[in-house]
């Protein structure tokens, strides 16, 4: 039933929501109630499910994005939760960058938040990854000019995802292979 919801379905799934209140961290890291949070998460309104986007912040919120179901509601919440929840999870991103972008479930955060950021955030996220590009110009004999950049060397899908996104909302030139 759960995966049906509807936007006729949610009034009659609000004792669901209710029954999840108190429990939200063991069901958060739970194998079958992580889904039925990303899918609570993905229909109903944000406002219908804010006590428990509360519930999950009143936790340590990195405990669940470093869960291996954990990230999943994590990542529903990136997608479909109100602003100041992004937000939220944009601040841990950006504060721990590197050693998400290194661990096998908080990185499928890190790459969803980029997904999902607004320009400047994704400005932001780029910074962070790669710090700031300092670019090089090297001059060969044959007065050739080598322009590369010179960053920091984590997670290089996430660096290029990173930078993938960036081009798009910028439309800056960059390389198909950062060299780390």
Sequence with gaps: ?????NTRLQPQVQFIIDAFRGH????????????????????????????????????????????????????NMVEYGRQEDRDRVFAIVNKN?????????ASNVVEKSIQQA?????????????????????????DRIFLFFVCDSFSQSNILHAARHYKKCEGLTLTNKLRV
């Excluded at 039933?1 to 919801?5: A, F, K, L, V, Y």
């Excluded at 944000?46 to 999943?72: C, R, T, W």
């Design 1 to 5: 039933m759960i995966s049906h919801i």
């Design 24 to 75: 939200v961290p063991r069901m958060a890291t739970h194998c079958y109630g992580s889904r039925v949070l990303q899918r609570i998460i993905e229909y109903c309104d944000p406002e219908q499910v804010a006590k428990i986007y509360d519930e999950i912040h009143a936790n340590n919120l990195s405990v669940f994005i470093h869960d291996a179901y954990g990230n999943y509601v994590i990542q």
């Design 97 to 105: 960058m590197a050693a998400m972008s290194c661990h096998k479930f």
């Design 118 to 142: 607004n320009r400047k955030d994704r400005q932001n996220f780029v910074t962070v990854s790669i710090g700031k590009p300092v670019l090089v110009y090297l001059r060969t004999g044959a």
